[in-house]
């Protein structure tokens, strides 16, 4: 039986003024716009990988609990290069973390999404 489902095409990402977002995510992140729907205020953004990020316009953004919330993961080749870049661009950033296996640290989108970014050390 072939597969049905081909692994995930975006993340959608609540925001509550889409505009700001897009510029925050295209300036910091570097992301490139895929498709943007006025209508409907929602804006698919490249990430470089396989899966997307769609930053969708809502009037009811809620706060987000970091213990409980879903977030993408980014992968990074240099997560302390990453969150130095992110802290002088003035992006909130908590602390860089590791173990034996893995660099990361979280950081905040303008309306408090959660983000990470993750590094894989090499073996």
Known sequence: MPH???GIDTIILRVSDL????DWYTNNL???RLFEDKDNK????????PTSLTLWESESVSAVNKNSACY???KTTDAKQLRDRLLTLGVSSDEL???????????YDPDGNILEACEIKAE
């Open 97 to 107: 973390q590791e173990d034996d296996a893995i660099r990361f640290f979280n950081f």
């Open 42 to 49: 929602l804006t698919v953004l490249d990430t470089h990988g």
């Open 30 to 32: 570097g992301f490139d």
């Open 72 to 74: 993408p993961i980014f």
């Open 19 to 22: 505009n700001n977002s897009v």
């Open 4 to 6: 049905l489902i081909l």
